[in-house]
């Protein structure tokens, strides 16, 4: 079992602010997507990172991929109220998905 | 290109009664894969179905079964429910198998009394 633990578990900020949002295991992946979840909606895909320490820019969004791909990180830059949602991460397979963060950002 | 679509959106069951719930995959995608989502447990994977058959299988009882058409279609199904399966559940497809980007569905959300 690839367990995906994600945390914080909930966030609230305000709208401007910056944040990070991790992702962890201790099984090696190798590749990982992000996807967000907003209300009433299934997940989309962000981003699939594959290479270890490897980093993609989304506009805002910044994804890193662990060197040892195990873990990897979602920052955040000035959020928005649109960037509100559930961020899941997943394993390769897709069968396991991390735990999930839930963001609200105030405006 | 019309996305992922769930039917029902939402139904009410009572404990003991069975579920149907139906998915058709976005055009040309052969790999369907089911999730049960709930506050407390995330999203967890129940089955995936490619070319009719399934391939992988998420720790749930044999309760929830699933099964897919020669059009790509699934079904699953829920036998004997309990109040604990009240949840989102949401199909998801994809052009195959193995690491691509899922298309999900905006999922059935079933409330068992």
């Known amino acids: 079992t690839q367990l995906l633990e994600q945390s914080p578990q909930f966030l609230s900020i305000q709208e401007g602010e910056n944040l990070t949002v991790y992702c962890n295991s201790s099984?090696?992946?190798?590749?990982l997507q992000w996807y967000r979840q907003e209300p009433g909606e299934g997940p989309v895909l962000l981003v699939t990172?594959?290479?270890?320490?490897e980093v993609k820019k989304l506009k805002r969004l910044t994804f890193q991929f662990g060197d040892a791909r195990k873990d990897s990180s979602l920052h955040i830059t000035a959020a928005q109220p649109g960037d509100t949602g559930l961020y899941l991460c997943?394993?390769?397979?897709?069968?396991?998905f991390g735990t999930g963060t839930s963001l609200t950002v105030i405006p | 290109k019309a996305g992922v679509t769930q039917t029902p959106r939402y139904l009410i069951k009572t404990r003991g009664q069975q579920v149907t719930l139906s998915c058709s995959p976005i055009?040309?995608?052969?790999?369907v894969s089911w999730y049960q989502q709930t506050p407390g447990q995330g999203l967890q994977f129940l089955f995936e179905?490619?070319?009719?058959?399934?391939?992988n299988k998420g720790n749930f009882p044999g309760r929830f079964s699933g099964r897919q058409f020669s059009n790509s279609r699934s079904e699953m199904n829920v036998s004997t429910l309990e109040l604990g399966d009240s949840a989102l559940y949401l199909c998801?497809?994809?052009?195959?198998?193995?690491?691509?980007?899922?298309?999900f569905g905006e999922g059935s959300r079933l409330t068992v009394l």
């Open positions: 990172v594959v290479t270890g320490g």
């Open positions: 997943a394993g390769e397979t897709q069968f396991y």
């Open positions: 179905y490619f070319s009719e058959t399934q391939r």
């Open positions: 998801a497809s994809s052009l195959s198998r193995g690491p691509g980007e899922l298309f």
């Open positions: 055009s040309g995608h052969r790999s």
């Open positions: 099984s090696v992946f190798s590749s």
